[in-house]
């Protein structure tokens, strides 16, 4: 607790992480006065600096030295635009995180519920590791229903709570990608 901040992420070789998860809060451009850019909220230092300031920017993103399979940005509308005008979706964080190199992210397309999202991407994740022969897209497929389904918590059958969901970038099967039991 406490330890995901900018200044953590921006000093962490990220080169051998093969997943990464941001289960955090995802800012468009323009939703907090002065943010030019979409940003991931991280913890906010005691007193901010402009390379610490607790948000984690696309920009910022940019600069991240990743080889990573698969990034997981479980938080609010983390496909959304750069927020330049007529900017197409996926251009903000999502294009950072592949320019920083990923290749494949999971991404939401609007705000997300906590409870539903946790539940998403954890049975995604239990997916690709217990059937090598799936890749990403079918995991995420597959968790989409276990929560449709999931008769301890009935709303979310709604789509509110799966739908903004989306893989983008490689989501077939890959050799070596599924998680070490």
């Known amino acids: 607790r406490g330890r995901a901040t900018e200044t953590a992420v921006k000093s962490t070789d990220l ?12 800012l468009v451009a323009g939703e907090l006065g002065g943010l030019a850019e979409p940003a991931l909220v991280l913890t906010p230092p005691r007193k901010g600096t402009p390379k610490n300031d607790g948000l984690l920017t696309a920009s910022e993103v940019a600069t991240l030295k990743l080889n990573s399979d698969l990034v997981i940005l479980s938080a609010c509308n983390t496909a959304a635009s750069d927020g330049t005008p007529n900017a197409d979706a996926l251009s903000g964080l999502a294009k950072a995180f592949f320019y920083a190199g990923s290749r494949s992210l999971l991404v939401s397309h609007w705000p997300v519920q906590s409870d539903a999202a946790v539940k998403l991407t954890t049975k995604m994740l239990e997916e690709v590791a217990n059937d090598n022969k799936i890749g990403r897209s079918e995991a995420l497929r597959r968790s989409m229903l276990a929560l449709m389904e999931d008769k ?8 509110a709570y799966w739908a903004p969901f989306v893989v983008v970038g490689e989501g077939g099967a890959r050799a070596g990608f599924p998680l070490p039991r």
Do not use: I
Request: glycine fraction near 4%; proline fraction near 10%.
């Open 15 to 26: 080169s051998d992480a093969r997943v990464l998860a941001f289960a955090t809060h995802g």
């Open 152 to 159: 301890s918590d009935p709303e979310f059958a709604h789509p």
